[in-house]
T-cell receptor, first 112, second 118 residues
Framework: AQSVTQLDSHVSVSEGTPVLLRCNYSSSYSPSLFWYVQHPNKGLQLLLKYTSAATLVKGINGFEAEFKKSETSFHLTKPSAHMSDAAEYFCVVGGGYNKLIFGAGTRLAVHP | GAVVSQHPSWVICKSGTSVKIECRSLDFQATTMFWYRQFPKQSLMLMATSNEGSKATYEQGVEKDKFLINHASLTLSTLTVTSAHPEDSSFYIC??????????????FGPGTRLLVL
């Protein structure tokens, strides 16, 4: 069975500083992994996805994530936070039958 | 490309009435769509998988007679909340599976529908 754990429910950073959102996964086979972002009262936007190609995945808005099989991790990073990055971030693993299994989410706050 | 829309974005209804929510894939065909429910400050919970031309597959604990799903075409799935009650108030989000030729399957999400039952 697949599962995903987001290690931090809240992360707070200052504008211009690096962002790290942590995610660990569990999968019985080579997983598909995604990061989605949700702004308040909005739907979800795909940031990036890993599908067994390059282990370092670059996404939109300067975000990237690195797949580390030995650590079963897929942490999301960005070198420099912007105020507009404040949102809820979901780490997601592809389950069977094309289902997506969502983590609990990490709320990112960005302070001036 | 790969845009998914939902209608309405907001709906307020009286207890006991039924509400229909539409999910459309605007620029691609989706044989499979998914319906999620999200409570405030919580993650998304998959309710059901909507398959074009066949019955939806519901997750455990989701009442199929209460949440009717119809996927009549390759670009439209509807979710009808029958006899809505205040506990059905939530944010409902759909997604559509996009399978590009030679590419990787990805789910694209609609903007969500907020339902408030009075």
């Amino acid at each position: 069975a697949q599962s995903v754990t987001q290690l931090d429910s809240h992360v707070s950073v200052s504008e211009g500083t690096p962002v790290l959102l942590r995610c660990n996964y569990s999968s019985s086979y080579s997983p598909s992994l995604f990061w989605y972002v949700q702004h308040p009262n909005k739907g979800l936007q795909l940031l990036l996805k890993y599908t067994s190609a390059a282990t370092l995945v670059k996404g939109i808005n300067g975000f990237e994530a690195e797949f580390k099989k030995s650590e079963t991790s897929f942490h999301l990073t960005k070198p420099s936070a912007h105020m507009s990055d404040a949102a809820e971030y979901f780490c997601v693993v592809g389950g069977g039958y094309n289902k997506l299994i969502f983590g609990a989410g990490t709320r990112l706050a960005v302070h001036p | 490309g790969a845009v998914v829309s939902q209608h309405p974005s907001w709906v307020i209804c009286k207890s006991g009435t039924s509400v229909k929510i539409e999910c459309r894939s605007l620029d691609f065909q989706a044989t499979t769509m998914f319906w999620y429910r999200q409570f405030p400050k919580q993650s998304l919970m998959l309710m059901a998988t909507s398959n074009e031309g066949s019955k939806a597959t519901y997750e455990q604990g989701v009442e199929k007679d209460k949440f009717l799903i119809n996927h009549a075409s390759l670009t439209l799935s509807t979710l009808t909340v029958t006899s809505a009650h205040p506990e059905d108030s939530s944010f409902y989000i759909c997604s559509a599976r996009y399978s590009p030729t030679g590419g990787v399957e990805t789910q694209y999400f609609g903007p969500g529908t907020r339902l408030l039952v009075l």
